[in-house]
């Protein structure tokens, strides 16, 4: 079993639409997840970060946690086509360090 | 501006041949910098974690003499992959982390030839 699993993909929405975007960890034990966005042939940028089990709003984004289910998610309100790209959930576990493990990414596009 | 410069974006080198690849933190002590490859389509892998003036830890599969590390100062990590092949074509990025940052560099695509 993968230790961060995303449906591949892709999700496709019309523009204006609310994309949801799934993930699921399997060490219980982590703290911190973090949702990155990535286009095609550039690095990842964060969007979001979430510790606490329940949702966090930034602009058009919510992240929400479910640690009991061990699920997050992230929803996508208004989506736009600058959206089209791979979202990449991101798991920091009870190891010190700063480290993160990727899930592989759901790719979404956003249609006009 | 970027916090994490990673240069250089895009090289091209012949099979056999070495290449560096540096990643620089602008505005912070990059106490920890993650190395991690990116094949099309698919997610990040871990390569390697070095603390500044320590040696680098490998994830599993990785081959420490081909992709040699170094983090010798807090504002400076390399990653150099020696005896480049084809099959090392990737995207390369790192992420440097301090005491509250974490960010990443703009990734290099390395194609061997």
């Known amino acids: 079993q993968k230790e961060v699993e995303q449906n591949s993909g892709p999700l496709s929405v019309p523009e204006g639409a609310i994309a949801s975007l799934n993930c699921t960890y399997s060490?219980?034990?982590?703290?911190?997840f973090f949702w990155y966005r990535q286009y095609s042939g550039k690095s990842p940028e964060l969007i979001m970060f979430?510790?606490?089990?329940g949702d966090k709003e930034d602009g058009r984004f919510t992240a929400q946690l479910n640690k009991a289910s061990q699920y997050v998610s992230l929803l996508i309100r208004d989506s736009q086509p600058s959206d089209s790209a791979t979202y990449l959930c991101?798991?920091?576990?009870?190891?010190?360090?700063?480290?993160?493990?990727f899930g592989g990414g759901t790719r979404l596009m956003v249609k006009p | 501006g970027a916090v994490v410069s990673q240069h250089p974006s895009r090289v091209i080198c012949k099979s056999g041949t070495s290449v560096k690849i540096e990643c620089r933190s602008l505005d912070f002590q990059a106490t920890t910098m993650f190395w991690y490859r990116q094949f099309p389509k698919q997610s990040l892998m871990l390569m390697a974690t070095s603390n500044e003036g320590s040696k680098a830890t490998y994830e599993q599969g990785v081959e420490k003499d081909k992709f040699l590390i170094n983090h010798a100062s807090l504002t400076l990590s390399t990653l150099t992959v020696t005896s480049a092949h084809p099959e090392d074509s990737s995207f390369y990025i790192c992420?440097?982390?301090?005491?509250?940052?974490?960010?990443f560099g703009q990734g290099t695509r390395l194609t061997v030839v």
């Open positions: 991101a798991v920091m576990g009870r190891v010190a360090g700063n480290m993160l493990t």
């Open positions: 979430i510790y606490s089990n």
């Open positions: 060490d219980r034990g982590s703290q911190s």
């Open positions: 992420r440097a982390t301090g005491n509250t940052e974490a960010f």
